[in-house]
C-alpha cells in the first residue's frame, strides 16, 4: 500500500471496521468462513494420506448441485426430514465425486492432481446444463428454496443484523471435532496418516494402501460437498449458472494450509479469511484502497507456505555437517 501511495493505517482500519463495525458485518466474517473450514478439514484429510487434492471447487459444487435438486424435489417434507436429507445426500455426492479420482489414483497410479483438476470442469459444465435445461426452462439461476430445506435460522439472522449467517457454522464446528476425533484417536485415522508418511511401509505392516487411497478421497471429497451443501441451502439458498467453480475449493486449500492441517489451526485460518474477504470490501470506500490488495495478501500467504516446504526440502537434500565430517575422517 506504501508503495502505491496508499496509507496503511487507513486502509487496515477500514478493513477492520468492515469486519467488525457491525454485527451485520461479523456475521458475514463468520457466514463466508463456514464453507472454507469445511473445505479446509477436506484438503487436510486428504494432504494428511499423501494426496494433493485440487478438486474441492468441484466437488462442493457436487454438493451443492445434489441437494438444491433434492430441496427442489421435495418442497414439502417436513424439515426435520427434508433437511437432513439434502445434507447427507450433498455430502455423499462430494464423496463419490472426490472417489473417482481417489479410485483411478489407487487402481492406475493416476495423479490425483490432473483428475481432480478436469473432474472441476466436468461438473462446472454440469452444473451450468442443469440449471438451463432440467432445472429450469432456460433460466439462469433455480428458484429459491423452501424453508423446510434452507439452513437459515431467524435467531441467527435477527442476531447479525440481517445477515446471511445460517446453521451451516454449527455443522463445520462439529466437524472440526470429529476430524481431530478420527486423525487421531483412531485406527483409521492412523492408517491415512501411515500411508501418507510411506505407502510401501503401510502395505507391508499389513495396511491395505488401496482401500486407505479410496478413503482419503471420499472423506476428502465429503467435507468439500457439506461446504457446497452450506453454500447452497444456506448462503444463496438456490443454484444459478456459474462462471467457474466456487472459491471455496481453493480458498479452502490456503486455509488448510495456513493452519497446518490442524483442525483448530484451520478454524482460525478460515476466520482470517473471512475478515479479509468482507473487510476488504470496505477498504476502496473507506480509505480509497483497491480491495485487490486483499488477494495480493492471501496469494502472498500461500506462496510463503508454499516456499517454507521447498526450503525444508532443499535443507533435507543439503549434506549435513556429521555427513561431511564423516567424509573427512574416511
Given amino acids: 500500500m506504501i508503495a502505491f501511495g496508499y496509507n496503511p493505517i487507513a486502509g487496515y482500519s477500514a478493513m ?3 469486519a467488525f463495525g ?8 463468520i457466514r463466508l468462513a463456514t464453507p472454507l473450514i469445511l473445505t479446509g478439514l477436506g484438503f487436510s484429510v486428504a494432504y494428511a494420506a499423501g494426496f494433493f487434492n485440487i478438486g474441492l471447487s468441484g466437488q462442493a459444487l457436487s454438493g451443492w448441485i445434489v441437494s438444491i435438486w433434492l430441496a427442489m424435489l ?5 424439515k426435520m426430514v427434508l433437511l437432513p436429507l439434502c445434507i447427507i445426500a450433498g455430502t455423499i455426492a462430494g464423496a463419490i ?3 473417482i479420482a481417489g479410485y483411478l489414483k489407487a487402481q492406475f497410479g493416476t495423479s490425483e ?19 438451463r435445461y432440467v432445472l429450469t ?7 429459491k428454496i423452501s424453508a423446510n430445506a434452507s439452513l437459515r435460522a431467524d435467531f441467527l439472522t435477527q442476531m447479525t443484523g440481517g445477515s446471511r449467517l445460517n446453521l451451516g457454522i454449527f455443522l463445520a464446528i462439529l466437524m472440526i471435532f470429529v476430524v481431530w476425533v478420527l486423525m487421531n484417536r483412531t485406527t483409521v485415522g492412523f492408517e491415512l496418516r ?10 507391508y505392516a499389513g495396511m491395505n494402501a488401496k482401500k486407505n487411497i479410496v478413503l482419503a478421497m471420499l472423506i476428502s471429497g465429503g467435507l468439500a460437498g457439506m461446504g457446497g451443501v452450506i453454500e447452497g441451502l444456506g448462503t444463496f439458498e438456490n443454484l444459478y449458472v456459474l462462471g467457474g467453480v466456487p472459491t471455496i475449493g481453493f480458498d479452502g486449500m490456503a486455509v488448510s494450509l495456513l493452519g497446518g492441517g490442524n483442525p483448530i489451526g484451520i478454524l482460525v485460518s478460515a476466520l482470517l479469511f473471512g475478515v479479509l474477504k468482507i473487510g476488504g470490501l470496505s477498504m476502496p470506500g473507506g480509505a480509497g484502497v483497491p480491495n485487490e490488495i486483499v488477494e495480493i495478501v492471501i496469494a502472498s500467504i500461500i506462496f510463503f507456505i508454499g ?6 526440502y532443499l535443507l533435507d537434500k543439503m549434506p549435513s555437517k556429521n555427513d561431511a565430517a564423516k567424509k573427512g575422517d574416511a
Avoid at 421435495?74 to 417436513?78: A, I, N, Q, V
Avoid at 500411508?195 to 511401509?201: E, F, I, R, T, Y
Fill in 74 to 78: 421435495f418442497p414439502d417434507l417436513p
Fill in 307 to 312: 516456499i517454507s516446504y521447498a526450503i525444508k
Fill in 137 to 143: 426452462n432456460d433460466a439462469d439461476a433455480t428458484p
Fill in 16 to 18: 477492520l471496521n468492515g
Fill in 194 to 203: 501411515s500411508v501418507g508418511l510411506n505407502p510401501d511401509a503401510s502395505e
Fill in 97 to 99: 465425486w472426490a472417489g
Fill in 113 to 131: 492432481v490432473i483428475v481432480t483438476i478436469m473432474l472441476n470442469y466436468t461438473i462446472l459444465h454440469i452444473s451450468n446444463h442443469l440449471v
Fill in 22 to 29: 457491525r454485527p451485520y458485518n461479523i456475521g458475514e466474517v
